[in-house]
């Protein structure tokens, strides 16, 4: 069982930066590939960044690209989203997720085996 924990959301004006992170527990956080997600009011869930367990590779939704780095520290059990130049749209809950399997589906919800609670991220224009 993996427990994940999400920190660093909050409000921050159109252009500025946060950093998400998503602590895990378990001894086998360094195997999993890990994704953030996140929904806004009124909308499905929607990827936005996935980086394999061993940070070799990471992926991104069209969206995002250029403005947001995944990165990982399987050392802290710990997983990043650093995002910058933020934009009104990133409005958005944000979720971490673990795939035990480290599939190809990276990008699909329920490749995903366990999801945190979500931080909350507002960009006022």
């Known amino acids: 069982q993996v427990q994940l924990v999400e920190s660093g959301g909050g409000l921050v004006q159109a252009g500025g930066s946060l950093r998400l992170s998503c602590a895990a527990s378990?001894?086998?956080?360094?195997?999993?590939?890990m994704g953030w997600f996140r929904q806004a009011p009124g909308n499905e869930r929607e990827f936005v960044a996935a980086?394999?367990?061993?940070?070799?590779?990471?992926y991104y939704t069209d969206s995002v690209k250029g403005r947001f780095t995944i990165s990982r520290d399987n050392s802290k059990k710990t997983v990043y989203l650093q995002m910058n130049s933020l934009k009104p749209e990133d409005t958005a809950v944000y979720y971490c997720?673990?795939?035990?399997?480290?599939?190809?589906?990276?990008?699909?919800?329920?490749?995903?085996?366990?999801w945190g609670q979500g931080t909350q991220v507002t960009v006022s224009s």
């Open positions: 378990g001894r086998t956080f360094s195997t999993y590939a």
């Open positions: 997720a673990a795939d035990k399997f480290g599939g190809r589906r990276y990008s699909a919800l329920d490749e995903y085996d366990y």
């Open positions: 980086i394999r367990w061993s940070g070799g590779s990471t």
